[in-house]
């Protein structure tokens, strides 16, 4: 079930009224089986491979806490693998069989594994970590296991954040199935103005600039450098405000029942490094590779170059978890290489910005630097969005010759001010220019928002104003999602991860 779907419109509130009319000792069961539901909706066969994972590391965990020894680890690795494997086989198998089947064909071998036709179920990559959390945590003894299979089953099912995060952790969630949620006025209001700005942020911003990035990255050899160049910069935004907007969709509606699910953005494109982009994107998946993929190999308790090699490893398991493609691998690698570059050229850059006065001017470098790290994460976006590893060099190719030949342009148009028309006028694409130009106000919009509300969110900002101002400012963004909205149920993009 999509949450920009009317079907999700009438689903929340009757799950929630339910929720606050029935005894407390049910409503874990009501949870449980709207999350079924509400997963049954996208391919309800599918509800039997969670079945199976729950059912697996249900027990897994419950044998690691009884056991002694390497009987743990043991059980530890068979849910490690059982999970894997589920994961392998609906998301990387045709991955790896096309791969062995093209070098088989280099080699003149008559490969026979055909690929199979299935439906990757959505979510099963986020499904799979929240459930090995919770697995490793016990084999760590950092949590206790639950007896209660509905509950556990719950835990990693449960329908605000089940298809695409935020990956919760035992050690937060679990334990409030067990609180009571009173009905809270205050508490209901602020879930709900969470999920409306989660809205607009999906169907009025996402939604909108998705047709410009969609029209040229789905036949990019068709258009040149400057509409290469702005669906680029779209779509840098179009990801953000469609996973941002779900993450604020599921917040606001655990919220709204009384839960608290972990944040996971905070404004990520004024970071003024890499490593610090990182710790604002996607928290609870940078979180999770952190801890359970990066600190075990040793994290930076070791040597420098085995540091880097934690560091790429990690950020190359990262880019993989993604997609069974070349892009996402690549993606991986390049934030991998981004991050060691920083760290090895930090004393260069420090000396630089000394030379250069910049750290008498604390504004213009911090200009500088949110932007240098805006424009390397968007060129790794293009790997991200590219449909292959030709059509995304190929879009690099045609930007860096856009920039090489844009002086020269300018000068042109100078001389020859027609040459101007000609120039701009694919950027439109057979758009009404306002069409356009109200998209790049929506993102100015964004920007001024997010840099107004800073670290607090965008509902303690409008708390503070008059009572007058905060009605309107509601009004506004409902009408804005009502009449501005782009309702063509489009899916989320991470939901293919």
């Not at 509130?13 to 874990?28: D, E, G, M, Q, S």
């Not at 009905?183 to 410009?212: P, Q």
């Not at 424009?375 to 292959?388: C, G, M, T, V, Y």
Request: hydrophobic share 50%; proline share 3%; net charge positive.
């Amino acid at each position: 079930m999509l949450f920009n779907s009317l079907s999700f419109l009438i689903f929340f509130p009757i799950v929630t009224i339910l929720y606050f009319a029935i005894p407390y000792r049910f409503r874990w069961a009501l949870l449980l089986i709207a999350s079924c539901i509400f997963y049954m909706a996208f391919v309800p066969i599918y509800i039997l491979i969670l079945l199976t994972t729950n059912i697996i590391d249900y027990y897994a965990a419950i044998f690691i806490e009884e056991s002694q020894g390497k009987k743990r680890k043991l059980f530890l690795i068979v849910s490690i693998i059982s999970n894997c494997l589920i994961l392998f086989v609906f998301k990387y198998f045709n991955f790896f069989n096309a791969n062995f089947s093209y070098l088989a064909g280099i080699i003149g071998w008559n490969y026979p594994i055909k690929a199979l036709s299935l439906i990757l179920p959505i979510g099963l990559s986020f499904h799979v970590f929240q459930s090995l959390s919770y697995v490793i945590e016990v084999y760590y003894q950092r949590q206790k296991t639950e007896r209660n299979f509905g509950i556990y089953s719950l835990y990693v099912m449960f329908f605000p954040q089940l298809v695409a995060g935020p990956i919760e952790r035992p050690g937060n969630l679990l334990k409030q199935f067990y609180e009571k949620h009173d009905f809270d006025y205050i508490r209901v209001t602020n879930g709900l103005k969470l999920m409306a700005w989660g809205f607009f942020k999906k169907v009025v911003i996402a939604d909108r600039l998705a047709i410009y990035v969609n029209t040229v990255y789905n036949n990019p050899y068709d258009f040149q450098a400057m509409s290469l160049f702005l669906a680029t910069i779209f779509f840098a935004f179009q990801i953000y405000c469609d996973f941002s907007g779900y993450s604020d969709i599921a917040i606001g509606a655990a919220q709204v029942m009384g839960f608290r699910l972990m944040n996971n953005f905070n404004r990520p494109y004024f970071a003024k490094s890499i490593s610090e982009f990182w710790q604002r994107w996607h928290i609870s998946l940078s979180t999770w590779f952190k801890d359970y993929v990066y600190i075990p190999l040793g994290g930076s308790r070791v040597g420098k170059s085995r540091w880097f090699y934690n560091l790429f490893i990690t950020f190359l398991i990262s880019g993989f978890w993604h997609g069974a493609n070349w892009t996402y691998i690549v993606w991986g690698a390049l934030n991998g290489a981004y991050l060691i570059i920083e760290i090895l050229s930090a004393p260069v850059r420090e000396k630089i910005f000394r030379f250069a006065r910049l750290d008498k001017n604390p504004v213009l470098s911090q200009i500088i630097q949110i932007g240098t790290v805006f424009i390397l994460i968007d060129i790794s976006w293009i790997l991200f969005r590219a449909r292959n590893i030709g059509e995304s060099f190929y879009i690099i190719k045609k930007l860096v010759f856009g920039i090489v030949s844009l002086p020269r342009n300018i000068i042109h148009c100078l001389i020859q001010p027609e040459k101007l028309i000609s120039l701009y006028q694919p950027l439109f694409l057979g758009e009404k220019k306002s069409e356009l130009f109200f998209s790049f106000g929506l993102i100015v919009f964004l920007i001024i928002m997010e840099k107004l509300q800073g670290s607090n969110g965008i509902r303690a900002v409008i708390a503070k104003k008059p009572t007058l101002v905060r009605w309107a400012a509601y009004y506004a963004l409902i009408l804005s999602i009502i009449l501005l909205g782009k309702f063509n149920n489009s899916a989320f993009i991470y939901f293919q991860f």
